[in-house]
Nanobody, 120 residues
């Protein structure tokens, strides 16, 4: 079993910052790609940022230059530093981890989501 838990969401004014954290635990052999997704009301879930085990990153165009994704492989943790937040960043943010388990089974695990609300 693998658990993925996000934290760090909340309410912030436009222009402010938040830092999201996501920790994976359980029967983990290694974690490949990790990423952050978000889903706003009435919209499809979209990728925000992703990072490989080696540290290569990719960002959605809408957040490039404002958000930074990073990870700590030893702690099975991924972070999302969000600066210069805009009301359109309001969404539930989900963490995704591509895990190779100790049973040698590879699977994408999702967290339960954390709400980020940016007021204007």
């Amino acid at each position: 079993q693998v658990q993925v838990v996000e934290s760090g969401g909340g309410l912030v004014q436009a222009g402010g910052s938040l830092r999201l954290s996501c920790a994976a635990s359980g029967s983990i052999l290694t974690i490949n790609d990790m990423g952050w997704y978000r889903q706003a009301p009435g919209k499809q879930r979209e990728v925000v940022a992703a990072i490989t085990r080696g540290g290569s990153t990719n960002y959605a165009h809408s957040v490039k230059g404002r958000f930074t994704i990073s990870r700590d492989n030893a702690k099975y943790t991924v972070y999302l530093q969000m600066n210069s937040l805009k009301p359109e960043d309001t969404a539930v943010y989900y963490c995704n981890a591509n895990v190779l388990t100790t049973y040698h089974f590879e699977y994408d695990y999702w967290g339960q989501g954390t709400q980020v609300t940016v007021s204007s």
